[in-house]
């Protein structure tokens, strides 16, 4: 099976040495840098045109922004699709633009899968991401060797559509958790607790999570500054979608909206680059606490 990628980014790269690593020959584009990606044993395309022509599955992991030129533009991937083409989609982008270039391929007789991944890049690299699948489970059955040579967990959520639904809940959870774990680490800080015990102690207890665990370690050392694996800048933009989202739904979101006025005061103050775990600067100074 032939395997293409396009958007070798902070998670696009680890995937496709994935990939590679599982023996899975693979060709990927980029408009910039492809030497990480040629270096691990990449084939590098000229076009997403020449990928979808080259290839059995092509995986997409972009942003909104770049759907455009890298499906329908002068030289995209429709262009090169063919009726044995699936293309697993792992970008968030709202559930609109991923239909529009569902049908635009159904229209060449390829296939779309949205797969949008949950994870930060170290995860994705260890293959502990999580995938949430939908669209025709028949493809998803045939793109398993695909999906497990990406990560571990993959799970199949039912008609296109619904992997977004998922990933729109998934970080719900994150914004809320990690303004709770900020909340928690500025209190202890307050109580004159120190930051590593309380990272030992609620990590293995009922109130610890992946979360708690993966960013307040950051918070005790304030080690949230760029490159970081989950950006204040990211967190904003699918913040938007959510909000969209629940808002479609018809669904009141109360804890979320307060945990988004931080992020959007994070912004305000030019950390878009730091990591998420920078809340807890935020919050430190409203408590009084000495914050960077």
Do not use: W
């Not at 083409?85 to 792992?90: C, G, P, Q, R, Y």
């Not at 913040?239 to 739904?249: K, Q, S, V």
């Amino acid at each position: 099976m032939n395997v293409g990628i396009i958007g070798l980014g902070r998670i696009g790269l680890p995937i496709a040495k994935n990939l590679i690593e599982a023996g899975l020959p693979v060709m990927g584009y980029r408009r910039g840098d492809m030497n990480p990606f040629t270096g691990s044993g990449g084939v590098a395309a000229g076009s997403c045109r020449e990928v979808a022509e080259r290839s059995d599955v092509v995986i997409t992991c972009l942003h909104e922004a770049d759907f455009h030129d890298a499906f329908t533009g002068p030289s995209g991937l429709i262009y090169g699709a063919h009726n044995n083409l699936v293309v697993i989609d792992l970008s968030t982008a709202t559930i609109e633009v991923k239909e529009q270039q569902r049908q635009a391929l159904q229209s060449r007789q390829a296939r779309m899968l949205d797969c949008p991944i949950s994870g930060s890049p170290m995860m994705a690299a260890a293959k502990q991401a999580v995938l949430f699948a939908s669209g025709e489970k028949a493809v998803y059955e045939q793109c398993l060797p695909v999906l497990e040579a990406i990560a571990s967990n993959s799970f199949y959520l039912g008609s296109f559509g619904a992997g977004m639904k998922m990933k729109y809940i998934a970080n719900l959870l994150l914004a809320v958790h990690n303004v709770a774990a900020a909340e928690a680490m500025v209190l202890g800080a307050k109580a004159n607790l120190d930051p590593e015990l309380m990272l030992n102690v609620i990590s293995p207890s009922i109130a610890g999570s992946t979360a708690f665990t993966t960013r307040a370690l950051m918070m005790s050392q304030g080690s949230y500054l760029p490159p970081a694996p989950g950006p204040i800048q990211t967190m904003h933009e699918v913040i938007e979608l959510i909000d969209a989202f629940a808002r479609n739904t018809g669904c009141p979101t109360p804890l979320f909206s307060l945990a988004t006025r931080y992020y959007e005061q994070a912004m305000e103050e030019g950390r878009g680059e730091q990591d998420i775990a920078a809340i807890y600067a935020l919050l430190g100074r409203e408590a009084g606490l000495d914050m960077l």
